[in-house]
C-alpha cells in the first residue's frame, strides 16, 4: 500500500503545478515517483531534469541505458522502475533471458561483451562500493569517458528514485502485476566495517579552471559566484556542463529543501561511511562539524557504532538513514516511526539526501577523487 496520497490539480500551489505541467511536457504524462516528489516541488522539478538528461541526453546507446536502469531496479527490488525499464530494455534489442535471469536473481549468461561490462561495474560498485581496475578498464573501454561519466550519471539518478520509490511503496500501475522481489534489497544489514579502496590515482583529472572551455568556465563561473563547491564528483562532470548543472541543481535543492543543516548532514555522513566515500566522508562530516554535529556522533558514525544521540529529529533522520543505506527503503516500522517524528515532507527530502550521497559517495569511488588534505576528519581505514 502506498504511504502517500498524491496530489490533485486543485490541491497544488503555483510552484507545485508549473512544476507538474514541466513533467507532463517532458514526459507525456506525471506517472511513477513524481506523483510522490510533487509533495516537494523542487525535488520533482530537479530529479526530473536529471533524470531526462540520463535518459534522454546520454551518449550510451538504447539499450545499454536500459539495461543499467533494469539492473539497477532489480538490485534495490524497485517494482515501478524494473516493470518501465525491463520492458524498454528489451524493446532495445536486450535478449528476454537477461531481463528473466535478472527477474530471477541470477547472473545472465551474456553472449555480447557490452552488456556484461556495464552488469559487472554496477554489481561490483553496488556490492563492495569499489570498482577494480580490469572491472572499470573494461567499461571505460566499452563506453568511453563519456560514457562511463554518463553512466555514473544513470547510477545518481536511478539511486534517488529507487529508494524514494522503495521507501514510500509507490505502487505499479493498475492492471500490472507486481514483481515478487521487493521493494527494497534482500538480505540482512552489513555491520562489519568495510575495507577502504586501494585505488590512489584520480581515474579521470578533474578539470582546472585553466584547462575548460568557454562553455564549461561559465558553468564553473555560475557556481563560484554562489558559493559552490566544485568538489567531488562535480570535477568530473564538469566535463559535461549540461550535466554538472543538473548535478548541482539536486544538491542545491536538498541544501535549501525541508532539512534543517543538522539533519542534512547525519544523512550524508551515514550514506558516506555506508559506501566507504573517503572524499565524501572527509567533506560532508567536516560540515557535520559545521552544522552542530557532534564530534562523538561523528566518531561513532565513522567507527560504525549507533551514536547516543538526545535529539529526537536527529535520531529519526539516523534511524531512517541506516536502514536506507542497508536496504534500499524503510520497512513499515521504521516509516512509521521516521515520518511521526519528521513530517512527511522532511522525510521524503531525507530519503533524497540519503540515496543523493549514496550515488556522490560512488561515484567519488569510481573516480578515485582523493579526499583533501584541509578536512579535519577523514574516513577510518580498515584491513580487508
Request: hydrophobic share 45%; with cysteine; aromatic share 8%.
Amino acid at each position: 500500500m502506498a504511504r502517500y496520497q498524491p496530489l490533485s490539480p486543485d490541491q497544488m500551489t503555483a510552484e507545485r503545478r508549473a512544476v507538474y505541467d514541466d513533467i507532463e511536457k517532458s514526459r507525456g504524462s506525471v506517472r511513477g515517483p513524481f506523483p510522490l516528489m510533487l509533495h516537494n516541488a523542487g525535488l520533482a522539478s530537479a530529479a526530473q531534469k536529471l533524470g531526462g538528461y540520463a535518459r534522454f541526453e546520454s551518449k550510451i546507446e538504447p539499450r545499454l541505458l536500459e539495461f543499467a536502469a533494469a539492473v539497477l531496479a532489480r538490485f534495490w527490488g524497485a517494482h515501478v522502475e524494473w516493470i518501465v525499464h525491463s520492458r524498454l530494455a528489451v524493446e532495445a534489442g536486450l535478449e528476454p533471458a537477461i531481463i528473466e535471469a535478472l527477474r530471477e536473481g541470477l547472473t545472465p549468461d551474456f553472449v555480447n561483451d557490452d552488456e556484461k561490462a556495464i552488469y559487472d561495474f554496477l554489481m561490483m560498485l553496488f556490492t563492495t562500493s569499489q570498482v577494480d581496475g580490469a572491472t572499470y578498464g573494461k567499461c571505460l573501454e566499452t563506453l568511453g569517458e563519456r560514457g562511463l561519466i554518463d553512466l555514473m550519471a544513470i547510477v545518481t539518478h536511478y539511486t534517488v528514485i529507487n529508494m524514494t520509490l522503495n521507501s514510500f511503496h509507490v505502487p505499479v500501475p493498475d492492471g500490472v502485476e507486481t514483481p515478487s522481489f521487493g521493494p527494497g534489497r534482500a538480505g540482512p544489514r552489513r555491520t562489519e566495517p568495510m575495507a577502504a579502496g586501494t585505488q590512489t590515482t584520480a581515474r579521470i583529472d578533474p578539470l582546472k579552471r585553466e584547462d575548460m572551455d568557454a562553455e564549461q568556465a561559465a558553468a564553473f563561473d555560475e557556481v563560484v559566484a554562489k558559493g559552490g563547491r566544485l568538489g567531488g564528483p562535480n570535477g568530473i562532470y564538469i566535463r559535461v556542463p549540461v550535466l554538472f548543472r543538473l548535478h548541482q541543481a539536486v544538491g542545491n535543492y536538498l541544501r535549501a529543501g525541508h532539512l534543517s543543516p543538522r539533519l542534512r548532514q547525519i544523512a550524508a555522513i551515514v550514506a558516506a561511511r555506508h559506501w566507504n566515500g573517503a572524499y565524501a566522508w572527509g567533506a560532508q562530516a567536516r560540515d557535520a562539524l559545521t552544522a552542530g554535529v557532534s564530534r562523538e556522533t561523528v566518531d561513532a558514525i565513522n567507527a560504525r557504532r549507533t551514536p547516543v544521540l538526545d535529539d529526537a529529529d536527529d535520531q529519526a533522520a539516523y534511524d531512517a538513514a541506516i536502514e536506507i543505506t542497508d536496504t534500499g527503503g524503510l520497512s513499515d516500522a521504521a516509516f512509521a516511526a521516521a515520518s511521526a517524528q519528521l513530517g512527511f515532507n522532511t522525510l521524503l527530502d531525507l530519503v533524497a539526501m540519503t540515496s543523493f550521497y549514496t550515488a556522490v559517495s560512488l561515484a567519488v569511488n569510481v573516480f578515485a577523487v582523493a579526499p583533501q588534505a584541509a578536512f579535519p576528519v577523514q574516513l577510518e581505514r580498515h584491513p580487508t
